[in-house]
């Protein structure tokens, strides 16, 4: 894909960190290589980012670093 499915923009290679959410479970994945849209910010996954995910979700008890998140009710 070259252009962004929403806004038309560029795609282009990125890293970010991606918090993913199965079930109550949660996975932040960092510097997870990603195609994301210039103009909009819409993330893209492929295949490979896809099972990154997955492991991570899979692997929760070799947990490298715990993180304290607030938590908002609106």
Known sequence: MT??????GR???ARIDYMYNAAGRYALVR???VERC???GEVY???AASRR???ALANA???REH???????A
């Open 67 to 73: 993180l304290d998140v607030p938590v908002v009710y």
């Open 31 to 33: 510097g997870l290589p």
């Open 61 to 63: 008890g070799a947990v």
């Open 11 to 13: 795609i282009e290679p």
């Open 3 to 8: 252009t962004c499915y929403f806004c038309k």
């Open 53 to 55: 995910i997955d492991a």
């Open 45 to 47: 996954l492929d295949d």
């Open 38 to 40: 210039a103009q909009c």
